[in-house]
């Protein structure tokens, strides 16, 4: 007898039609064919089991299973659940009315028949809407992630007997009905108002959230980087339901069942221990690293040179492109990595370069070594390079200033993004300024005529690069929309060049007669020593 089921399997974030098909044949013995894994295999014993503490037995002749298409190799426990039920059916124990070939099926078995969540619900839901599928079974836990995919039906299942009964009788199991899916009143506990002063690192954040542009935070311990990076999703905007969708499939590969639609951007903080793997994706069975987890939001990376050199350069490609691809011999796939870049460092190993007070112990070959860990190509990828300088106890606890709220930062993100929207809504693949493409830069950002001789004057002198034209271009048409204006103009543009300190050459101790060696002027900043 045979019998025919059909599931899903996971390629990348994307799933595909998988045909479980059961033949009981003549003499002993059982065979998983269609390049199964190794929980795949083990899943014999996880059947048996669970078939013989409900009722049913496990075929004693000959038992061929294949899983179609078979040149494509599966993963994962998704398939323990339409196995039983093709055995069930192919040993005639029990009768299909023929339901079962609208329906597909995954769910991992337990051993008295429990049925656990697997990996991927949002995208086999997404897979068996395209297929034209009446329903779709899978485990309860998955059922609230699933739901989000509209004009398909979905039956969570609990236990393998709920799946006979839906079978064999008039029982049915009542469609899934999820609940409210976006909330735009959220709250963080993680306000800028917290923070005293730095009115200038603050406005680069401000700039970065409402164009999606990378940043770099560089200055002295203790200076509130850390504490300003950690409060920058307060002020980004919602996700759209389309970008939901997308961060939802993403966790729901990596993490397993997600808790319904991910409302809030993602602020993904790696150690800066993680291998390059962990961060680019891969693996023996590929699933998404830090770059894809971050996926619209925030991958901040702290102590950015004390990264691997291999680690940091992989964010190259994501950078520019968006997205990583991740080859191996039998297969290329591509995960998306559509996110804003958050680094912070300091000046020099021993983080008091140019300290108005306290002295630099770093020698020209210490900072030499220290800056190189970071190349030029990568920091030319980053927009904005902010400097944050440390701030006296008067300043902190004696100023009379009120520190504006996340909530109206916020705002005027959201007014700059809203611009933004209408300006690229007929314009695939482009949501925000940082995503302009540099073959259309000029339809979108047209200068006045000072700011023109201005910009192509500091980057001669400056010798940058077109990438790093383009860049602080984008840049200033994001401050432009902060102010509502349709033409970029002159202190556009110069705001924009006055977050460009790295690309200059690299600062030096400053020597003298009337200067210790590891001394610096009181007055010297960052940019003053470069």
């Given at each position: ?472 271009l984008k840049v200033a048409r994001t401050i432009a929309d902060l102010k509502a204006s349709d033409i970029i103009q002159l202190d556009h543009v110069a705001e924009a060049f006055h977050f460009r300190i790295l690309d200059k050459p690299l600062p030096t101790v400053i020597k003298s007669q009337n200067l210790s060696p590891w001394k610096h002027p009181s007055h010297t900043n960052i940019r003053a020593a470069i």
């Amino acid at each position: 007898m045979q019998a025919k089921i059909f599931s899903s399997a996971l390629y990348g974030i994307d799933a595909f039609r998988v045909t479980v098909e059961v033949s009981i044949e003549r003499g002993i013995g059982y065979t998983i064919s269609g390049l199964p894994d190794d929980a795949i295999k083990e899943s014999w014993s996880r059947l048996s089991s669970a078939l013989n503490n409900n009722g049913f037995q496990m075929p004693r002749t000959r038992l061929v299973i294949n899983l179609a298409p078979a040149d494509v190799r599966k993963t994962g426990t998704a398939f323990d659940l339409p196995m039983a039920i093709a055995i069930l059916l192919a040993s005639e124990q029990i009768a299909d009315i023929g339901k079962l070939k609208d329906y597909l099926l995954v769910g991992e078995l337990g051993l008295d028949g429990t049925v656990y969540p697997v990996k991927g619900a949002l995208s086999i839901a997404i897979q068996a809407k395209k297929e034209k599928f009446s329903g779709l079974v899978l485990p309860f836990e998955n059922a609230e992630e699933a739901a989000l995919i509209k004009g398909i039906n979905i039956y969570p299942v609990k236990h393998l007997n709920e799946i006979r009964s839906f079978i064999e009788s008039d029982y049915s199991i009542q469609p899934f009905s999820p609940v409210s899916i976006v909330n735009q009143n959220r709250h963080y506990p993680n306000d800028y108002a917290d923070v005293k002063g730095q009115q200038h690192v603050k406005r680069a954040l401000e700039i970065a959230a409402a164009g999606g542009h990378h940043s770099i935070l560089i200055g002295p311990p203790g200076t509130g980087k850390t504490m300003l990076a950690k409060r920058l999703p307060s002020i980004l905007p919602p996700l759209s339901e389309k970008e939901s969708l997308e961060t939802t499939k993403i966790y729901s590969i990596a993490n397993g069942a997600a808790k319904g639609l991910i409302t809030e951007r993602p602020f993904r903080s790696p150690h800066h221990t993680t291998s390059d793997i962990a961060l680019a994706g891969g693996g023996t069975i590929i699933t998404p690293g830090e770059v894809s987890l971050a996926h619209n939001g925030v991958l901040f990376l702290d102590e950015l040179p004390e990264f691997k050199r291999s680690a940091i350069e992989v964010l190259r490609q994501p950078l520019e492109d968006k997205e990583v691809y991740i080859s191996r011999a039998n297969m290329r796939l591509r995960l998306p990595a559509s996110f804003m870049l958050l680094a912070a460092m300091n000046a020099c190993p021993c983080g008091y370069l140019c300290h108005p007070t306290v002295p630099c112990t770093c020698s020209k070959r210490a900072l030499y070594w220290y800056r190189r860990k970071i190349s030029g190509p990568l920091l030319d990828r980053i927009d904005l390079h902010i400097e944050v300088e440390p701030q006296s106890m008067q300043e902190l606890f004696q100023g009379t200033r009120k520190e504006e709220k996340s909530a109206i930062i916020r705002q005027q993100v959201m007014a700059a993004r809203n611009i933004q929207y209408q300006r690229y809504k007929d314009t695939p693949g482009i949501s925000c300024n940082a995503q302009i493409e540099d073959n259309i830069l000029d339809s979108f950002c047209m200068l006045e005529d000072t700011a023109r001789k201005f910009i192509l004057t500091k980057v001669e002198q400056a010798s940058l690069s077109m990438r790093a034209y383009a860049r602080i271009l984008k840049v200033a048409r994001t401050i432009a929309d902060l102010k509502a204006s349709d033409i970029i103009q002159l202190d556009h543009v110069a705001e924009a060049f006055h977050f460009r300190i790295l690309d200059k050459p690299l600062p030096t101790v400053i020597k003298s007669q009337n200067l210790s060696p590891w001394k610096h002027p009181s007055h010297t900043n960052i940019r003053a020593a470069i």
